[in-house]
């Protein structure tokens, strides 16, 4: 945690609810007086609370008077689904998105970012739970690319892809038991699902998937890292898209 955004304190973390600056997530301990108040401050505005233990905190801040709760602030402001497709009703393209499906490690998620906005995708969708956030490390590994790419963080990823496929978008996800990466039409709209690092797409985002796609795997291990099959799948996109 990088304590450059990180804000400690009951009434600092109390005052940075009431302003509206985008917060990523809320660390607490205790539930009871100013603490209590802060919980439904934060699920009033849909900010993802985590209950961590005294020295936890203590850690996080490098031992400041933290007081019981911290609030890590994001490095670049969250859009909308819609915001995204706007981008690509913009450029007059077929949206090109990538849907992370509780990509947990900030390195992936950040090196996700500066690939999809170097191969000129549209924008990025997360999970609000079990996903990281755009944190300092998220903004690092991007190389600045999430200064630049649009990013959306939603409460349901299920109800994101219906919203997605209301608006033509087809649903491509990313699993071993799908076809091969390069047999498959990705030269329309396109929405990409990259699975978490241990357990690829959720069962119910991979029922949403209109189609799943794998790549060859000759040598003796089975799997690559996300951000690196994520960036062999975007690049099959553009390479389809410049035919």
Sequence with gaps: MDDKNLICG??????ALRSGISIDTIYINGENGVLGKIRVMAKKNGIVVKD????????MTDGAAHQGVAAAIACAEYVSIEDILEVSAKKGTDPFIIICDEIEDPHNLGAIIRTA????????????????????????????????LPVARVSNLAAAIDTLKDNGVWIYGTDASGESYDGVDLSGSVAL???????????????????LLKLPMNGKITSLNASVAAGIFMYEVVRQRKK
């Design 193 to 211: 699902v990259i699975g978490s690092e241990g357990f690829g797409m959720g069962r119910l985002i991979k029922e949403k998937c209109d189609f």
């Design 117 to 148: 906005e170097a191969a000129g995708a549209d924008g990025i969708i997360i999970p609000k739970r079990r996903s990281a956030s755009l944190n300092a490390t998220v903004h690092k590994t991007s190389a600045g690319a999430a200064s630049w």
């Design 10 to 15: 009951r009434n600092p973390v109390s005052e």
């Design 52 to 59: 961590v233990s005294s020295r936890k905190l203590d850690q």
